[in-house]
């Protein structure tokens, strides 16, 4: 590349932080997308899950930047939809060349997302929250992973803790798709197990005013689990359960944790509701992490934020220890650096990474949400938490053994 050429180049990057050159054709710098449903049913949660990659791009920037460059973040709305993820996913991989992808968040996006183009542009996705068990199963020639725990466990976890309760029978309803299904049939089967009873296990559709009908199918039970989203059915579910007066016990998953779901309901009324999520163990990884995302004024513990830190972060790196911007290669790169053997890296400490690539030492990133040693399918193990409703608001009550 000549002096004039490679002046021009710089020049067109710096001009704006929503263009950059194609990922194979880059010098210095790299270009990550984030896919995640910026309106629809989860907006509510979409915003602290993108600022966690957000805090990455910074520590990144502020630390030299990655492969000589600066890191860039372009992000697009898939609106917890696949085919408007597919969409998305055309003009972040196809227009924006980017290199990687952090997303999507519902399963149904993130597989709509890497079904549209994703596959044939052989790009790595890393979804921080999508979590039905068809993600498993996806045939993505090992370019599709994810830094939360499938929820085959979160249902498992989420029988355990109301059957620690004393909860005995429970009626659930769930959001007609990936997500829902998966989490219902999960839940179901270990409930049963535990010795409790199923009384009712119904889907319900997305959009819908009124779920009055579907409520009076699931009375069998006065304990009602409703596996949806806090911005969409969930919230309606859950407002026309408590007008009915036939529910005594109010259980959701990790879909139905924002403050938006209580909008339009007596607080009161769902005083001490349940529910579970991801969380993040005890140790000096989740410490470090808390101590920069509140540094930096972002929701530190928001439903999936540190698993989205987490995602952008292993991208970077993996990146890095790939030594292009380019997409071919980085999948085993980026197991390369989640896992052992490898001296550990905690969140934040991108400098030390990158000295250490450049030195042909291997690294192990310690994750804000846990450990990430990917399986063959691309998951991780990790711990579900409780949450309860206090005050209006919800409060993480602890680890579900």
């Known amino acids: 590349m000549n002096i004039l050429t490679k002046t021009l180049t710089l020049a067109a990057a710096a001009s704006t932080l929503m263009v950059a050159a194609p990922a194979i054709a880059q010098d210095t710098g790299a270009t990550l997308g984030f896919i995640g449903g910026f309106t629809g049913p989860i907006e509510s949660l979409t915003p602290p899950i993108f600022a966690g990659a957000e805090l990455v791009v910074k520590q990144v920037n502020e630390q030299g930047g990655i492969l000589g460059g600066e890191l860039k973040l372009i992000s697009a709305d898939g609106a917890c939809d696949a085919t408007t993820a597919a969409a998305a996913a055309d003009k972040v991989i196809n227009t924006d060349n980017v290199t990687a992808v952090v997303g999507a968040l519902c399963t149904g996006e993130t597989i709509g997302a890497f079904n549209g183009s994703g596959k044939s542009g052989n790009v790595v996705f890393v979804s921080p929250a999508s979590s039905a068990p068809a993600l498993t199963t996806l045939d993505d020639n090992d370019l599709v992973y994810r830094t939360t725990p499938s929820d085959a466990l979160q249902g498992v976890k989420m029988a355990s803790l109301l059957l620690s309760k004393g909860v005995q029978d429970i009626a659930i309803t769930y959001v007609n798709n990936d997500y829902g299904k998966g989490f219902a049939d999960a839940l179901s089967a270990a409930f049963t197990e535990g010795g409790g009873t199923v009384a009712a296990n119904l889907a319900h559709e997305e959009g819908k005013a009124d779920y009055r009908a579907e409520l009076g199918n699931l009375v069998a039970s006065q304990n009602l689990v409703i596996l949806a989203y806090a911005n969409a059915s969930g919230n309606t579910v859950l407002r026309q359960a408590v007008e009915s007066g036939n529910f005594t016990t109010y259980v959701g998953g990790d879909g139905m944790v924002g403050d938006d779901l209580l909008t339009g ?119 579900i938490v409780e949450l309860a409703v206090e005050g209006g608001k919800f409060v993480e009550k602890g680890q579900i053994q």
């Open 265 to 383: 309901i007596d607080a009161s009324a769902v005083e001490g509701l349940i529910a579970t999520r991801a969380g993040a163990p005890a140790g000096d990884a989740t410490t470090t992490y808390e101590k920069l995302a509140n540094d930096a004024g972002i929701q530190a513990n928001a439903t999936y934020a540190p698993q989205a830190y987490d995602a952008a972060f292993l991208l970077a790196l993996a990146i890095e220890k790939n030594g292009s911007a380019g997409r071919e290669g980085l999948s085993a790169a980026l197991r390369d650096v989640a896992s052992a053997p490898g001296e550990k890296i905690l969140p934040g400490e991108w400098s030390k990474a990158v000295e250490l690539i450049k030195a042909g030492t291997d690294i192990d990133y310690d994750g804000a949400g846990g450990s990430l040693d990917f399986d063959a399918a691309g998951d991780v193990d990790g711990i």
